[in-house]
């Protein structure tokens, strides 16, 4: 059993920062591919940043100079760095990532459960 769990939303000014965790836990034998998306009220959800094993990171043109995806692969986290944050960026945050078991078999895809994200004055 995989689970992510993600952390470190809140209500920002805009202009301020947040920094999001996510930590994966459970019967992990490697993770390829993580990525941070987000859903605003009434739009689809979208992708905001994706780190992969090998190091790269790709960013949505929204986010790009303003967001900073990272990883600490030893703890299985995921972070993402957001500054300058603006009203639009208000949306509930999800972390996701592609996670190969200890007990073998295809990789699959696995989801927080969201995390909160406001900015507002």
């Known amino acids: 059993q995989v689970q992510l769990v993600e952390s470190g939303g809140g209500l920002v000014q805009p202009g301020g920062s947040l920094r999001l965790s996510c930590a994966a836990s459970?019967?992990?034998?490697?993770?390829?591919?993580m990525a941070w998306y987000r859903q605003a009220p009434g739009k689809q959800r979208e992708l905001v940043a994706i780190s992969t094993s090998g190091g790269t990171t790709r960013y949505a043109d929204s986010v790009k100079g303003r967001f900073t995806v990272s990883r600490d692969n030893a703890k299985n986290t995921l972070y993402l760095q957001m500054n300058n944050l603006t009203p639009g960026d208000t949306a509930v945050y999800y972390c996701?990532?592609?996670?190969?078991?200890?007990?073998?078999?295809?990789?699959?895809?696995?989801w927080g459960q969201g995390t909160q994200v406001t900015v507002s004055s």
């Open positions: 996701n990532a592609a996670i190969r078991s200890r007990s073998g078999g295809p990789t699959s895809t696995y």
């Open positions: 459970g019967s992990i034998r490697s993770i390829e591919v």
